[in-house]
């Protein structure tokens, strides 16, 4: 690669990240504050091995709540790949007893909220699965104050998660991911008989 190639590159790296820190702050101001209200605390995220550069940073919140029944309430505030500036919000509830994954089962404590058997997930347009963000317009950059409107408006819609959470019922913004049981069954490479 050529200078001015890397120095492109670099400049390109260094807008996306500036957006997307702007977007970080307006969550942790407007957003995180939401769930501390409804009984969530944040807890940090053990790294179990070197993080690759498409994902570092993906997943700066991850917020649990006790239930009443023993089980544990799991909210993931899960941000693009890249650096870019748009996020969703994944939740989970589990069960006292812990859930079985494809690497076996695993105790509420051991568990993230996205990527289970059977989890939610909140987007601006769940039909198409498209994240929270901003459009960039070629005249105008967005700017914290936009990126705060987005926060405060997506601080509207975690009544639905609540309702995910506690009733298993859909909001408009909300989507459910169930993976078939039998799918996460590793089969032993033998064709079924006819």
Request: hydrophobic share 40%.
């Amino acid at each position: 690669m050529s200078f001015d190639k890397l120095h492109v590159r670099s400049a390109k790296e260094h807008k996306l990240r500036k957006h997307k820190d702007l977007l970080l702050q307006s969550v942790q101001s407007h957003i995180v504050p939401v769930f501390f209200q409804q009984g969530f605390s944040v807890v940090p995220r053990v790294q179990s091995g070197p993080t690759d550069r498409e994902s570092a940073g993906t997943v700066p919140f991850e917020l649990r709540r006790a239930r009443p029944d023993g089980g544990i309430d799991l909210v993931e505030i899960q941000f693009m790949t890249y650096q870019r500036a748009a996020f969703r919000i994944n939740a989970c509830p589990v069960p006292r007893e812990g859930m079985m994954t494809l690497g076996g089962h695993r105790n509420p404590e051991q568990l993230h909220a996205g990527g289970l058997h059977d989890h939610f997930e909140m987007y601006a347009s769940p039909r198409w699965r498209s994240w929270f963000s901003l459009w960039f317009w070629r005249f105008r950059m967005p700017v914290k104050s936009d990126y705060d409107k987005l926060a405060l408006r997506v601080a509207g819609f975690l009544p639905e998660v609540e309702l995910a959470l506690r009733e298993a019922k859909l909001g408009p913004h909300m989507r459910r991911i169930t993976i078939p049981q039998h799918a996460a069954v590793p089969t032993s490479g033998v064709a079924p008989s006819r």
